[in-house]
T-cell receptor, first 111, second 115 residues
Framework: DAKTTQPNSMESNEEEPVHLPCNHSTISGTDYIHWYRQLPSQGPEYVIHGLTSNVNNRMASLAIAEDRKSSTLILHRATLRDAAVYYCILRDYSGTYKYIFGTGTRLKVLA | DSGVTQTPKHLITATGQRVTLRCSPR?????VYWYQQSLDQGLQFLIQYYNGEERAKGNILERFSAQQFPDLHSELNLSSLELGDSALYFCASSVAGGPNTGELFFGEGSRLTVL
């Protein structure tokens, strides 16, 4: 299973943009990049996913490097409710379809 | 509310015992995933079922087993419980089990405490 590397923790000020990085140097051509987040005392929730092109949705944007070896989740204006653990996951769509979560980045938002 | 229902929410039992955790996926979802999350740890993938068939296996112990029934609900059976099995167990579901599955929907988890 391809591996992702994320910083253990990050801090951001409220109302400011947040860029959460993820390295996935062993990504294969058949891996989708997924992001989930886990709010305190809750199950994870889907944020966004992409393959090659940058993606936007109502929650966030996903910027994927041209060589696909890294990606960045962008929260355009962090709120206190965005404080969570953010997981970057590679999902192989040609094989076993497993979603393998790493330890994620704990985002702290400062008021 | 994700639409995924897990029962029980909390369970306390003793070492050596056996428990069953239940998951009802979102209406229409064919695929069910089980994850284990120990204290301050990430999510460990255990197993995935798609329309009643095992699709993928992760770090699931031999003492653990799972199945998905014809009505698509799933059960995770944990036997010969040890203290280290204390964790949050999450179930997730998705529409499909194949290449174009985008979003997993997670339940609120079942918290197992083994004393």
């Amino acid at each position: 299973d391809a591996k992702t590397t994320q910083p253990n923790s990050m801090e951001s000020n409220e109302e400011e943009p947040v860029h959460l990085p993820c390295n996935h140097s062993t990504i294969s051509g058949t891996d989708y990049i997924h992001w989930y987040r886990q709010l305190p005392s809750q199950g994870p929730e889907y944020v966004i996913h992409g393959l090659t092109s940058n993606v936007n949705n109502r929650m966030a944007s996903l910027a994927i490097a041209e060589d696909r070896k890294s990606s960045t989740l962008i929260l355009h204006r962090a709120t206190l409710r965005d404080a969570a653990v953010y997981y970057c996951i590679l999902r192989d769509y040609s094989g076993t379809y497993k979603y393998i979560f790493g330890t994620g980045t704990r985002l702290k938002v400062l008021a | 509310d994700s639409g995924v229902t897990q029962t029980p929410k909390h369970l306390i039992t003793a070492t050596g015992q056996r428990v069953t955790l239940r998951c009802s996926p979102r209406s229409g979802d064919l695929s069910v995933y089980w994850y284990q999350q120990s204290l301050d740890q990430g999510l460990q993938f255990l197993i995935q079922y798609y329309n009643g068939e095992e699709r993928a296996k992760g770090n699931i112990l031999e003492r653990f087993s799972a199945q998905q029934f014809p009505d698509l609900h799933s059960e995770l059976n944990l036997s010969s419980l040890e203290l280290g099995d204390s964790a949050l167990y999450f179930c997730a579901s998705s529409v499909a089990g194949g290449p174009n599955t985008g979003e997993l929907f997670f339940g609120e988890g079942s918290r197992l405490t083994v004393l």
